[in-house]
T-cell receptor, first 112, second 112 residues
């Protein structure tokens, strides 16, 4: 039981490049989330998916898109990366909305 | 939306002493309050949570108290050990809601 997994662990991008962050969970959870973590600002919700086939904006969605590929997988896409998107990105999942969230190991992204 | 404030931002204690971290929230409808511990370079991990139908919850050396009237909740760690050194985040949410609002974190250092 791997829990929540994320790929890649590290990534360096140039401004304007695109990339997709992958997340998968094997706990049969309905809800999945993407957060970013910046120094001194805690974790902020980018997008979430309450169930397979649905996605909604969180606190800081600008510059990102998401896809809930199936119940297990939830990807985050940066279409045109900007230096302001340099951050640590965490994926999380929960049985349902409002239940305990379990986090993946994170992806460190540097945009030059 | 919800606003969660966390204090202090840094806390140093001697090994064996107690540590207390406090959070306030703004939305009186919030009723789920988890605490996460994050070690350097690692994922946030749930250490304890409380729902608004109880005022206190304990798990060995860790306890959380909730004052719904004042809209604040606190984490108490007794008999601190060096392995308690980490960043601690409080959060608030509502039943059935996907948005989990985090505080900005407290860096706890336990001095041997």
């Amino acid at each position: 039981n791997a829990g929540v997994t994320q790929t890649p662990k590290f990534q360096v991008l140039k401004t304007g490049q695109s990339m997709t962050l992958q997340c998968a969970q094997d706990m049969n959870h309905n809800s999945m989330y993407w957060y970013r973590q910046d120094p001194g600002m805690g974790l902020r919700l980018i997008y979430y998916s309450a169930s397979e086939g649905t996605t909604d904006k969180g606190e800081v969605p600008n510059g990102y898109n998401v896809s809930r590929l199936n119940k297990r997988e939830f990807s985050l896409r940066l279409e045109s990366a900007a230096p302001s998107q340099t951050s640590v990105y965490f994926c999380a999942s929960s049985v349902d909305a409002g239940e305990t969230q379990y986090f993946g190991p994170g992806t460190r992204l540097l945009v030059l | 939306g919800e606003n969660v404030e966390q204090h202090p931002s840094t806390l140093s204690v001697q090994e064996g002493d107690s540590a207390v971290i406090k959070c306030t929230y703004s939305d009186s409808a919030s009723n789920y309050f988890p605490w996460y511990k994050q070690e350097l370079g690692k994922r946030p991990q749930l250490i304890i949570d409380i729902r608004s139908n109880v005022g206190e919850k304990k798990d060995q050396r860790i306890a959380v108290t909730l004052n719904k009237t004042a809209k604040h909740f606190s984490l108490h760690i007794t008999e601190t050990q060096p392995e308690d050194s980490a960043v601690y985040f409080c959060a608030a949410s509502k039943t059935g809601a996907n948005n989990l609002f985090f505080g900005t974190g407290t860096r706890l250092t336990v001095i041997p």
